[in-house]
């Protein structure tokens, strides 16, 4: 397992709860804070649920029932609450925790089990592979190693060395405009009437998103033309673009800030041989939708379900070619596209269309029956619905 993010953790704890022996190589020296995702999704949470670990995230998260579209303008458009997905998940609200939660929690399980064995500060650099198994190429402190195994899941972000040494295409696009993320213990909720733990608030100019987490408000939007990182992270700016957002005329206080590029891509392929992608080095989305984080976390189950069964004998390798036929299409035709509308909705600019989306919206939240279909998607379930389906 190449990463100790969400993904890789829980598909290590998945293989490792069967009597799969995982070993985990992680560049970094122990588990990461990374603050970006947030948001666990029902279907995810009842997945954590099967592994033993979701109370112990909810008792450190914030349980969310209801999100919320909104406009800059006409206040409340749509109030979503996830109670109509009581017959479709045992989870029917969303949890608000930040991944670095999930990674500790998962991790410490994971230290206490036989059959695993992390290695920090041990950066995967490339791989070889032949008909018998997986050779990884690592470079730690004490020079470069090579490890063997089985079968390789690259859970290493992004920037996935493992991917780019396979040369399997990472197509998408990036948004010329950076993203900003600040945190901070002002409560929102004292400006902005109704507010719920998630807002996604439309403006043709200044849109952006409320969530809360534990102690803190995250503040998300993103940077004008020529803006550069390091300009919009300096606190002056930085006072003046929140105060934009809710002027209250006193400083903020400000315990985080995040700079970020935002890109939609996947991978041409989620295998090569004995090697699979899961996560961000499958695909990488913007965060309008909390999407991410969710959909790698379903790819891991998916997959370590499909190795469980090859390590035991009940099924061949092509399972593995059934993992990407059922995880990339999801990642192409669902997240990907939720995720720009998402943002379209935000930014739409022509006040006609925007009365038309805003009022379809509400319509929607409004009868139960549309609802529950609206928020199956939104929440994954339809996804992982179709991805089953396929054979």
Known sequence: MAGAGPVGCVTALYLARRGIPVTVVEA???????????????????MLDDLGVVQML????????????????????????????????????????????LTRIVGNVLRGMPGVDFRFATRASGVEQDADGVTLHVETANGRERLRGRYLVAADGASSAIRKSLGIEFAGLTFPELWLVVSTPHDFARHFERL???????????????????????????????????????EEVLQARVQEYCPT??????????AYAVHQRVASSYRKGRVLLAGDSAHI???????????????????????????????????????????????????????????????????????????????????????????????????????????
């Open 28 to 46: 970094a020296r122990d588990f990461q804070e990374d603050l970006r995702a947030s948001t666990f999704h029902p279907p995810t949470l009842d």
């Open 58 to 101: 909810i008792g450190e998260g914030i349980i969310c029932p209801v999100w919320q579209h909104r406009d800059t303008r006409e206040g409340v458009v749509a109030n979503w609450d996830l109670g109509v997905l009581r017959d479709d998940t045992r989870h029917p609200y969303r949890v608000q925790a930040e991944q670095f939660r």
């Open 196 to 234: 719920a733990p998630i807002a996604y608030v439309a403006d043709p100019d200044n849109w952006f998103v409320f969530v809360r987490v534990p102690g803190l408000w995250r503040l998300l939007f993103p940077t004008r033309a020529g803006d550069t990182a390091e300009r919009i992270v300096e």
């Open 249 to 258: 005329g006193a400083r903020y206080e400000i315990v985080h800030r995040t």
């Open 285 to 391: 989305n913007n965060p309008l939708g909390g999407m991410g984080m969710n959909g790698g976390i379903h790819d891991g189950i998916n997959l370590a379900e499909k190795l469980v069964a090859i390590w035991r004998g009940e099924g061949e390798d092509g399972l593995l070619d059934r993992y990407d036929r059922q995880r990339r299409p999801i990642a192409v035709e669902v997240v990907q596209t939720a995720t720009l509308r998402n943002k379209a909705l935000l930014e739409e600019r022509d006040p006609a269309k925007r009365r038309e989306k805003f009022d379809v919206l509400r319509r929607v939240s409004e009868d139960p029956r549309r609802a529950r279909d609206y928020l199956r998607q939104s929440s994954m379930i339809t996804g992982l619905e179709r991805a089953a389906a396929i054979t």
